[in-house]
């Protein structure tokens, strides 16, 4: 695959990962990771996700801001970004097959455990709250999927559902900003990075965009069902490349 196929094949990528963050508000990084994955090295595919991600994030913090609580969620916010730097250097440390394989394999558990509508039962939340955080942080710096520990835990909180994702985006907001500057710190951000965005950022805010104004067009449910096994399904893909079992 030349250049010019994999910058197409990333702005399709990405294009549908927005488009189906707007329309379900959730999975930008459980879509796109496994996909650009298949022809993007992970150290420059995840910082790639990690940076849309914190564009989405913000998208949904602005017109949310008055439904955050961060007195509920700050023990997340703060677990996690001490994590996050540690995430980063296992993105740099650890074998790129042995990455792949293992971000395989929690992709496609945060699928099935979210096709299941399970959550997490909590008998000590302080407790719960700081081992989420800190996993949210870790995944986030290495792997850029930060979301399904916390919507695991969170979707106990009995939140409003404009609560849930403005809480949601506003600890990816605080990671992503962590993780990028981890990734700098670590020399993951270089030119190619900086132009593969140049590219690709009009495909991230067209699908956005679509998504918004699909809302209402869709039923939401039967979409999100859908998406999860399609993130299922490429979650255990990832992890037989990283494998060497598939090409």
């Known amino acids: 695959m030349n250049d010019f196929e994999i910058l197409v094949f990333s702005m399709l990528i990405i294009l549908a990962a927005s488009f189906i963050q707007s329309l379900t508000s959730f999975g ?7 996909l650009l994955s298949l022809f ?16 989405v994030c913000v998208l949904v913090v602005i017109p ?83 979301g399904p520990p916390l919507a695991l835990i969170l979707s106990n909180q009995g939140m409003s559902k404009q609560a849930f ?17 981890s990734f700098a710190a670590g020399g993951l951000l270089d030119r190619e990075t900086g132009g593969f965005l140049l590219w690709t950022i009009p495909a991230m805010l067209l699908g956005a965009w679509l998504g918004a104004k699909a809302v209402h067009r869709f039923d939401e449910r039967l979409f999100k069902q859908v998406s999860l096994w399609l993130i299922l399904v490429s979650g255990i893909w990832t992890a037989l490349s990283g494998l060497g079992w598939v090409g």
């Open 28 to 34: 930008f990084a459980l879509i796109a990771l496994p």
């Open 64 to 146: 949310n801001r008055r439904d955050i609580n961060v007195k509920q969620i700050w023990l997340l916010i703060a677990a996690g970004m001490i994590a996050a730097p540690f995430g980063a250097y296992l993105l740099i440390a650890v074998e790129a097959w042995l990455l792949k394989t293992v971000t395989g394999l929690l992709i496609s558990l945060f699928a099935a455990l979210m096709l299941l509508r399970r959550s997490l039962p909590i008998r000590n939340e302080r407790t719960a709250f700081l081992t989420a955080g800190l996993l949210s942080g870790l995944l986030n710096g290495s792997i850029s999927v930060s």
């Open 40 to 55: 993007l090295p992970l150290h420059q595919a995840v910082p790639i996700i990690v940076i849309f991600s914190l564009f």
């Open 165 to 181: 994702r403005a809480n949601l985006a506003l600890n990816g907001v605080v990671l992503n900003l962590v993780s990028i500057a």
